[in-house]
């Protein structure tokens, strides 16, 4: 399980949006405006959206209200952890939103006016729905867990001209699987990427000096980063945890390395590094005997590290040299079992459906023909794909279907159901028949094989990179 962490002025501050609901801030100075679902409330003294009604589903706020032009939507006015607020239209007139201003709203997406200048703490926070966000230039900062646990949120685009992230502020964003930090940003608050499940992509801002407090703790597909020149430390926790970091480009400007900064990182093979082996050794570095154990130090390498984690692997823009499934899917390319989801497009975080998996373990044992043309199953039909595939596993006993007479090629393979596949494609290696359950023993051949870090895994989507770094790993 991966480790959570929430601080206490994290815990404080979820608490407060908690107990302030949208409708409680009304003022004596405050008149109603009629959206659907009931009113907004505006304080024509300042400008300001102050609340809404509870059952308010959507919103288009104008330009002024009763004359006054609308300048800022007030702290927790749309917070509505148990409301519909669905639709939000801001007019190009906000410059400011405050703190926890759409906690826990249920739209999918907003525009952010182009003049906008403060985005507030926890402003978006737990907007489960938002799936992108464009964050002006104007916004010099992003407020301390703007966009907290925003589970789907996807596309984060961030213009040049922002010039810090707070705390936490894209924390447990567990959809997102790219960013790019512009170069005017300067500084990162702690924990401002923690947790994020499906972050494999990163491009960090060469205007930053240190790479903070768990930066990237505990994101689990970070398989490569470049620390960008001018960094002098990685502080502690900096990337706690991020099991699938296999590279990482470390320049000569970097000085120190705290405590955990680069830890439990178990597939970590090689750090590229800038300076001289002399100025590695006088670098100060807390965890220096776990590193120099569990990975090799390329010195004087920086640029090809930059060059190795920048490349490409088959044309595949998302697969890099550095990157532990880098050779498997060089090899399951090369030997015809994956093509990708396009030309330059492996989808390395992409999850496969139990079609697929059985698709490409038949391909990695060279395509047999299978002996039978007795299909047990209703869903598999002569002109699918996977058809012959799934005859092939059906009689050679690696699978007996989701039940006597269904395969279910289209639903979601979970590592059990992968990992078992392929165990017992092989022979069911070391096989006791004492497991508690029909894949406790195929996923601990797999951990003992150094496979998978953890048996918890098991009920987890199994996404493209290890379905064919499993196959490399087992058939080579």
């Given at each position: 399980?991966?480790?959570?962490i ?27 405006y ?14 300001t ?22 300048k ?11 409301g ?14 405050g ?36 964050i ?51 500084n ?9 499940d ?6 960090l ?112 823009s ?8 880098g ?6 390319k ?18 496969v ?40 596993a ?40 004492t ?22 895994v ?19």
């Amino acid at each position: 399980m991966k480790r959570k962490i929430l601080t206490l002025a994290l815990s404080l501050a979820l608490c407060l949006a908690l107990s302030i609901t949208a409708s409680a801030v009304k003022s004596d100075t405050d008149v109603s405006y009629p959206v659907t679902g009931g009113n907004i409330y505006f304080d024509k003294i300042t400008g300001t959206v102050t609340g809404c009604d509870d059952y308010v589903t959507a919103a288009n706020i104008p330009a002024s209200i009763q004359g006054v032009t609308v300048k800022g939507i007030g702290a927790h006015a749309f917070s509505m952890p148990y409301g519909d607020l669905t639709s939000v239209t801001l007019p190009d007139t906000v410059t400011w939103i405050g703190d926890s201003a759409f906690y826990s709203a249920k739209f999918t997406g907003i525009s952010l006016p182009s003049g906008l200048t403060r985005i507030g703490e926890s402003a978006f926070s737990e907007c489960n729905n938002l799936k992108s966000i464009r964050i002006p230039a104007g916004v010099s900062t992003v407020s301390g867990w703007a966009f907290y646990g925003c589970n789907d949120l996807k596309d984060v685009t961030l213009v040049n001209g922002i010039s810090s992230l707070g705390d936490y502020a894209f924390s447990e964003c567990d959809s997102l699987a790219q960013i790019t930090i512009p170069d005017s940003v300067t500084n990162l608050g702690i924990g401002v990427f923690q947790n994020c499940d499906s972050l494999v992509d990163v491009k960090l801002s060469s205007g930053l000096s240190a790479i903070p407090i768990a930066c990237f703790q505990s994101s689990e597909r970070l398989a490569s980063i470049t620390i960008p020149e001018g960094v002098s430390v990685i502080e502690e926790s900096a990337f706690w945890g991020c099991d699938s970091l296999s590279s990482i480009s470390v320049p000569a400007s970097v000085t120190s390395i705290e405590s955990s900064g680069i830890y439990h990182t178990n597939r970590l093979a090689t750090i590229y590094y800038g300076g001289t082996a002399a100025q590695w050794g006088d670098m100060d570095i807390s965890d220096r005997d776990y590193l120099e154990e569990l990975c090799a130090v390329a010195f004087d390498s920086y640029a090809k590290g930059v060059d190795a984690t920048s490349g490409s692997v088959r044309g595949f823009s998302d697969v890099h040299p550095g990157d532990y499934y880098g050779d498997a899917v060089a090899w399951a390319k090369g030997k015809g079992i994956t093509t990708g989801m396009s030309d330059t497009l492996f989808g390395a975080s992409s999850t496969v459906t139990r079609g697929q998996a059985v698709t490409f373990l038949w391909r990695s044992n060279g395509c047999p023909e299978p002996n039978t043309k007795n299909n047990p199953f209703a869903d598999v039909k002569s002109s699918d794909y996977y058809y012959k595939a799934v005859l092939w596993a059906v009689e050679n006993s690696i699978t007996n279907g989701t039940d006597a007479t269904h395969f279910s090629p289209s639903n979601t393979c979970k590592y059990q159901d992968m990992l078992t596949f392929l165990w017992r494609s092989l022979g069911a290696p070391g096989f006791t028949g004492t497991g508690t359950y029909w894949y406790s023993e195929p996923m601990n051949w797999a951990y003992k094989s150094k496979m998978i870090l953890t048996e918890d895994v098991s009920y987890s989507e199994c996404p493209r990179a290890d379905v064919v770094y499993f196959l490399w790993v087992a058939l080579n």
